[in-house]
């Protein structure tokens, strides 16, 4: 680790200065959403790049944001929709990786090919035959419609980056396993899942953001009240004529904390795989 | 009793073959180590024989019962793998009884199992600990440990000491020369090692690009080899080959003479050349000698010897110590 090479202090100070840099650029649209949040209309459009203080705070926005609509509701459909997708795109991703990287069968190579195709090819251009899909099964207006096209767009990804992980856990752990009478099951669950683990969160977070902020979807195929996700719940503050800033602003910072609280979760389990790694 | 019996097994995976028609039998109590070179099929025939792998071709029998079909779990073996293979989110113990809990066997019995291996293997004090905080050796332990509960007919060990540093393996490979004695159950064993081979076996077998080249006790091997393959393979420094008219004159193809069957001498000499490199070893010296007509030929002398680089030598071997092989590469017998 404390080669020279990367101790040395001018490469340290560049390397902190560039990723400070842009940590700051990539943040700074972020926190200016949050700031805007606190502050009056006026003060919004005045000077939308100075910090609240005593005469611009204002919690109108978020005041709007409670009262107005099912926010709470909202708030529990996207949980709902993203949390339930999660699983079963981890479940059965990680179960479709380990069938194609474990066994040997007949198309296997094809399979993962198509697969893999679905990461190339936006779910999006398939709207108009989900819609139909969706009238037809009667599942219009219900998060179950949401959930399965979210996993159906998650997939993929999820089999491809999995499958390459699972194909490095060592073979002669599984031999072990199935020597030791082990079902295919348990040898799956117990010993090479805990050993993706880091695959796993890096698979989660990459599925669940598109998800939560996505909008084309809840409003195509559940834009009902009682299943309107917190991105598309926030519409109803863009007017045609006038948009009640304040509102989506609040709506907006609100939106990022769940996500936010499923994210530091992801990451821990990412960081303590990487450290507790021992194969051999 | 037979313990195990091989019947013109065949492997392929996909259009390669790699197993190419294997037939062996093994007695029961026997220790058999495969050899062979790299890519050769040794470990694809062991997970052959576990069950770990089907077969293309051919029957695999455990006693006089075919179990091409019964899975590794039932055919009553454990394996020793290269890797340790250890479960890691389990304690020693919990490694040795997974197999055991796996097969229902009342809890009593396998903490008595369990007890006597570690006592065995002296895994006493780890028994609480996780393979992550285990030695190299500590873990190869417990991975004979974990086969060893299982109390099976036919162990399988896939080099299971290439990854020991040199004083370690050979007290694991005493260990494991031990364990054979008190255990007497059969064992087939994988290496590369030629000491470990030598001197573990009861029976070698020489596999060559998925074919047997010869089965046999260590030193019918070294002794009468049946093609030149084995010839080569077995015995280092690796022995002589030479080809021509130094063959001719024996009538054959080739002949082949062992480092320690050459000597130097002034007189009769059969060859001549200058000394190309000299490795003293103390108990051993190895000449390498460049001669005109044959190559670079290995002598082996025990003890010192006072040459140097660039001396002029002349080598000599008893005809009764040269191995003559045919066109094929088969060896030729006395005649
Ligand atoms: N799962 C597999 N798919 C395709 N080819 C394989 C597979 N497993 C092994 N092989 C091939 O089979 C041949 C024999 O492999 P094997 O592992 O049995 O060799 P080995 O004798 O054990 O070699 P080593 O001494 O290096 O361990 C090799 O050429 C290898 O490339
Ligand atoms: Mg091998």
């Not at chain 1, 179960?95 to 990287?101: D, G, I, K, P, Q």
């Not at chain 2, 028994?127 to 332990?141: I, K, M, T, V, W």
């Not at chain 2, 159950?185 to 060559?208: F, G, P, R």
């Not at chain 2, 007509?293 to 002029?312: K, N």
């Amino acid at each position: 680790m404390a080669s020279k090479a990367t101790s040395s202090l001018p490469r340290s100070v560049a390397a902190h200065a560039i990723l400070i840099s842009y940590t700051v650029l990539a943040l700074f649209p972020v926190i200016l959403i949050i700031f805007n949040s606190f502050k009056t209309r006026k003060a919004i459009f005045r000077s939308p790049l100075s910090l609240p203080d005593a005469e611009s705070f204002s919690l109108i926005g978020y005041r709007t944001v409670l009262e107005q609509g099912d926010f709470f509701g909202y708030f529990q459909n996207s949980l709902i929709v993203t949390v339930v997708t999660l699983l079963l795109v981890l479940l059965f991703g990680a179960m479709a990786a380990f069938a194609l990287s474990e066994y040997r069968f007949r198309g296997n190579t094809l399979m993962g090919l198509y697969l893999a195709l679905g990461i190339m090819i936006p779910i999006r251009l398939g709207t108009v035959a989900i819609l139909q899909i969706m009238v037809g099964a009667g599942l219009v207006n219900t998060l179950t419609a949401l959930i399965l096209v979210y996993t159906a767009q998650g997939l993929p990804l999820a089999i491809f980056i999995l499958s390459e992980f699972m194909r490095s856990v060592s073979d002669d752990l599984k031999n072990a396993g199935r020597i030791d009478g082990l079902s295919e099951y348990t040898i799956f669950f117990r010993l090479v899942l805990p050993l993706v683990r880091p695959a796993m969160a890096t698979v989660a977070v990459f599925t669940m953001i598109p998800i939560w902020n996505d909008l084309w979807f809840p409003l195509i195929l559940a834009p009902a009240e009682e299943t309107k996700t917190v991105t598309l719940g926030a519409q109803v503050f863009i007017g045609q004529f006038v948009t009640n800033w304040n509102a989506v602003l609040s709506a907006l910072s609100l939106a990022i904390l769940p996500i936010l609280v499923l994210y530091v979760i992801f990451s821990r389990q990412l960081i303590r795989g990487i450290t507790s790694g021992a194969v051999k | 009793m037979r313990s195990l019996k091989l019947d013109n097994v065949r492997k392929s995976f996909g259009k390669v073959e790699v197993i190419k028609g294997v037939d062996l039998e093994v007695e029961e109590g026997e220790f058999v180590v495969f050899v062979g070179p790299s890519g050769c099929g040794k470990s694809t025939l062991l997970r052959i024989i576990a069950g770990l792998e089907d077969l293309t071709d051919g029957h695999v029998l455990m006693g006089d019962e075919i179990v091409d079909n019964v899975p590794p779990s039932k055919r009553g073996l454990a394996m020793v793998f290269q890797s340790y293979a250890l479960y890691p989110h389990l304690t020693v113990r919990g490694n040795m009884r997974l197999g055991l809990k796996q097969a229902k066997m009342p809890s009593a019995e396998i903490a008595e199992r369990v007890k006597r291996a570690a006592e065995m293997l002296h895994l006493e004090e780890l028994l609480e600990r996780r393979p992550a905080e285990l030695s190299g050796g500590q873990r190869q332990r417990v991975a004979i440990g974990r086969a060893i509960v299982r109390e099976p007919k036919l162990f399988l060990f896939d080099e299971p000491l290439s990854n020991l540093d040199a004083a370690l393996r050979v007290n694991t490979r005493l260990e494991i020369a031990n364990l054979h004695r008190v255990l007497g159950s059969t064992i087939i064993y994988v290496t590369h090692d030629q000491v470990e081979a030598m001197t573990l076996a009861d029976k070698i077998v020489v596999l060559n690009e998925g074919r047997i080249e010869q089965v046999g006790r260590p030193i019918d091997l070294y002794r009468t080899p049946a093609n030149r393959f084995v010839a080569g393979f077995i015995g280092s420094p690796k022995m002589n080959f030479v080809e021509g008219a130094a063959a001719e004159r024996f009538n054959a193809n080739s002949i082949g003479v062992r480092p320690e069957h050459m000597t130097i001498t002034d007189v009769d000499a059969i060859w001549a050349g200058n000394v190309n490199h000299i490795e003293r070893l103390g108990s051993d010296t190895f000449i390498y000698v460049n001669t005109a007509d044959s190559g670079l030929l290995t002598i082996r002398v025990p003890g010192e010897i006072a040459f140097e680089v660039g001396d002029h030598v002349g080598l000599f071997a008893e005809d009764q110590m040269v191995y003559r092989f045919d066109k094929s590469g088969a060896a030729i017998r006395a005649g």
